[in-house]
């Protein structure tokens, strides 16, 4: 009774490890930066999506403003995959200090740009968070 007793406690444990090795898939990775002082046409540091997920490459912006007496209204971004030659335009997208996404992306390395303001010339953003 003893050794069975045993045996099942080894087996139920080892059926509880086995459950909790398996997780569901995250983001295969995400950024947190900030923006200080852009102006159009200025670029994000690149980052290499592996395509090893099915997450949706996006940007969220908190905390945004602009050198403007109107305030933040308004963020137009690209996102670019950076190849030899022109890089690619994945699209354009309007952020409201929001999360601008632009669905699963092929491998590669990506940046994004900052292509239009609604207000000011002068963009800051303190939370920056790029997911892939």
């Not at 945004?64 to 950076?82: E, M, R």
């Not at 997208?93 to 992306?105: D, I, V």
Request: net charge positive.
């Amino acid at each position: 009774m003893r050794t069975t007793r045993r045996a099942a406690g080894v087996v139920a444990t080892s059926i509880a490890l086995g459950f909790i090795g398996v997780v569901p898939a995250h983001a295969e990775g995400s950024r947190t930066t900030y923006i200080s002082g852009w102006h159009i046409n200025n670029e994000s540091q690149r980052w290499t999506d592996n395509n090893k997920d099915a997450t949706s490459t996006s940007v969220a912006f908190s905390g945004c403003s602009t050198d403007s007496g109107n305030g933040f209204n308004d963020a137009g971004l690209t996102l670019w995959k950076d190849v030899f030659g022109p890089d690619e335009n994945h699209g354009s997208r309007s952020n409201r200090c929001n999360t601008s996404s632009w669905g699963r992306q092929s491998a590669g390395s990506y940046y994004f740009s900052l292509n239009s303001l609604t207000y000011g010339g002068t963009l800051h953003v303190k939370s920056v968070t790029i997911r892939y």
